[in-house]
């Protein structure tokens, strides 16, 4: 969520893969397009496969590149499941939102654009964090990238909430961080059931009952500017 009508600037948000263990960035446009095409052909073998199941050879046979240039790029499988899961986050945080008219630019508005946004890229990302969750079960290094992936979110709703609460439109009496915490697992929770789960519910419905929790729970004003 973001208090303004477009997309926050990611200044401050932890990245969700540990990309100390990732290799520096090619150097070239060719070097950093046989990367890209790699960690897209990771994908593709993650979400097909699972991420156990899934071998190099798959990937490399999927991005039509040998196992030695993989190896130029990545140290193996888990490097790039992270850098596969650095996209997604970019993706999911920052998942564009139409500017918005004045009329529509109200703090429901903006959290209704937002929560609508976020569904949309949760929806494209689905297979993915359903993976995520199964490997960090079992992996104490993934469930640190998992607890990233977290508390981006909630940072990035805490300054929202907290502008929110300067400009006099939210509840003052709430902890920033606690209520993005509360709010963002809402939120998420309901795209996983929605579209990690496969539950019925349409994207209209999904936006406008978790705008309207978001709305009471802050006390904002319907008819706010």
């Not at 899961?85 to 564009?96: K, W």
């Not at 949760?122 to 469930?143: C, E, P, T």
Request: charge should be negative.
């Amino acid at each position: 969520m973001t208090t303004r009508g477009h997309a926050p600037d990611g200044e401050g948000i932890p990245s969700l893969a540990d990309t100390s263990a990732l290799r520096e960035p090619p150097a070239t446009a060719r070097g950093a397009r046989t990367r890209a095409a790699l960690v897209a052909a990771a994908r593709v073998v993650f979400e097909r496969d699972g991420y156990l199941d899934s071998r190099l050879t798959d990937i490399t046979a999927e991005a039509a590149c040998s196992t030695g240039t993989f190896y130029t790029y990545f140290a193996g499988k888990e490097e790039i499941f992270q850098a596969v899961l650095e996209v997604a986050q970019d993706d999911m945080l920052h998942p564009g939102m139409p500017r918005l008219d004045p009329e529509d630019s109200s703090p429901v508005g903006v959290i209704e654009a937002s929560n609508r946004a976020y569904f949309e890229a949760y929806r494209r990302n689905a297979k993915l964090m359903l993976i995520l969750d199964q490997v960090a079960a079992g992996d104490s290094g993934f469930r640190e990238v998992r607890r990233r992936r977290s508390r981006a979110f909630a940072d990035r709703n805490a300054r929202a909430i907290k502008d929110l609460q300067d400009r006099g439109l939210a509840d003052r009496d709430l902890d920033p961080l606690m209520a993005a915490r509360a709010l963002s697992g809402m939120v998420s929770r309901m795209a996983y059931y929605a579209y990690g789960l496969g539950e019925d519910h349409t994207l209209d419905e999904l936006v406008e009952t978790s705008t309207a929790l978001w709305a009471n729970a802050l006390k904002l004003d319907r008819n706010a500017e």
